[in-house]
């Protein structure tokens, strides 16, 4: 019995309909999977498939190439938006996140793959995860330090310094990694989150709560108590009586310190926007925003 005269790798196979689920959804929470929509008739994609191959062939694994005839599988073509081929989508952890159409040339082929893959500071970035959970900062700092002089442009660990930096009160040191941060990040909510959580620790260094509330019942309105005390609950994670305080600002006084009240506000719907379950509490002071200020 003869062998196919092009057997395919491990790292490269056909997909379809029937299969596509387990080779392409299930395997992509192991490994990048990126898929290429082509067909027979279709000539740019006689030129994108052997770049494909090749690559998937020199990097041995590190992703899956999944090709899909979309004549013979045309409820998935359908189903994930193609309109022109060839046509390439990338899924990691059984999401769809990156795309790109046409044939393009080899470098940014590998561009396109080189933004899919796991840094090779990984296996070091989860170490010092490992020893945050455990209490262990410095360790945790001194692993994300190695992390990036292997890889600088692991973005991932540079925010999760910055997160443990933050945690920790050393605020300084956390804003020069986050302004560090080539813009856009390519994490952008979960760097709009850090900056918004400094913002706030650092406008509630050294508040004490009871004292403010007492400062706040004497003078109502005292608008620089009202932000401390919004920034200093919403640090605690008392976001309600942050939301508060600030509505209460914007209703005396809208464009008071810069509009500090509207912005403090939209910096900390920015921060709960990647949490479901403040969705209820921040649709409910958006509205009472817009109306504040309509």
């Given at each position: 019995?003869s062998?196919?005269?092009?057997?395919?790798?491990?790292?490269?196979?056909?997909?379809?309909?029937?299969?596509?689920?387990?080779?392409?959804?299930?395997?992509?929470?192991?490994?990048?999977?990126?898929?290429?929509?082509?067909?027979?008739?279709?000539q740019?994609?006689?030129?994108?498939?052997?770049?494909?191959?090749?690559?998937?062939?020199?990097?041995?694994?590190?992703?899956?190439?999944?090709?899909?005839?979309?004549?013979?599988?045309?409820?998935?073509?359908?189903?994930?938006?193609?309109?022109?081929?060839?046509?390439?989508?990338?899924?990691?952890?059984?999401?769809?996140?990156?795309?790109?159409?046409?044939?393009?040339?080899?470098?940014?082929?590998?561009?396109?793959?080189?933004?899919?893959?796991?840094?090779?500071?990984?296996?070091?970035?989860?170490?010092?995860?490992?020893a945050?959970?455990?209490?262990?900062?410095?360790?945790?700092?001194?692993?994300?330090?190695?992390?990036?002089?292997?890889?600088?442009?692991?973005?991932?660990?540079?925010?999760?310094?910055?997160?443990?930096?933050?945690?920790?009160?050393?605020?300084?040191?956390?804003?020069?990694?986050?302004?560090?941060?080539?813009?856009?990040?390519?994490?952008?909510?979960?760097?709009?989150?850090?900056?918004?959580?400094?913002?706030?620790?650092?406008?509630?260094?050294?508040?004490?709560?009871?004292?403010?509330?007492?400062?706040l019942?004497?003078?109502?309105?005292?608008?620089?108590?009202?932000?401390?005390?919004?920034?200093?609950?919403?640090?605690?994670?008392?976001?309600?009586?942050?939301?508060?305080?600030?509505?209460?600002?914007?209703?005396?006084?809208?464009?008071?310190?810069?509009?500090?009240g509207?912005?403090?506000?939209?910096?900390?719907?920015?921060?709960?926007?990647?949490?479901?379950?403040?969705?209820?509490?921040?649709?409910e002071?958006?509205?009472?925003?817009?109306?504040?200020?309509?």
């Amino acid at each position: 019995m003869s062998l196919p005269e092009n057997p395919m790798p491990d790292h490269a196979y056909e997909v379809s309909v029937a299969d596509f689920e387990q080779k392409v959804i299930a395997a992509s929470h192991g490994v990048p999977v990126v898929v290429d929509f082509w067909a027979e008739w279709c000539q740019p994609c006689r030129i994108l498939k052997p770049i494909l191959e090749k690559l998937a062939a020199e990097y041995g694994g590190r992703f899956i190439l999944a090709k899909v005839n979309s004549d013979e599988n045309q409820e998935l073509a359908v189903r994930y938006g193609v309109r022109g081929i060839p046509a390439v989508k990338a899924f990691v952890d059984g999401e769809m996140i990156d795309e790109f159409t046409g044939a393009l040339p080899e470098g940014e082929v590998r561009a396109f793959l080189e933004r899919l893959l796991p840094s090779p500071a990984e296996p070091l970035r989860q170490q010092a995860l490992a020893a945050h959970r455990h209490g262990d900062n410095d360790t945790a700092l001194d692993l994300l330090a190695q992390a990036v002089a292997l890889d600088p442009k692991c973005e991932a660990a540079q925010l999760d310094s910055a997160e443990i930096l933050l945690e920790a009160g050393a605020l300084d040191d956390a804003m020069r990694i986050l302004e560090g941060i080539a813009a856009p990040a390519r994490n952008q909510p979960r760097a709009d989150a850090l900056a918004a959580r400094l913002h706030l620790a650092a406008n509630a260094v050294g508040a004490d709560i009871p004292t403010l509330q007492r400062q706040l019942a004497a003078n109502p309105a005292d608008l620089d108590t009202q932000l401390q005390l919004g920034n200093a609950l919403a640090l605690g994670r008392d976001y309600r009586g942050a939301f508060g305080h600030l509505i209460e600002i914007v209703r005396r006084d809208r464009k008071w310190n810069d509009e500090a009240g509207r912005k403090t506000l939209l910096a900390l719907f920015n921060l709960l926007g990647s949490q479901p379950e403040y969705d209820d509490l921040v649709r409910e002071f958006r509205i009472q925003l817009s109306r504040t200020l309509n």
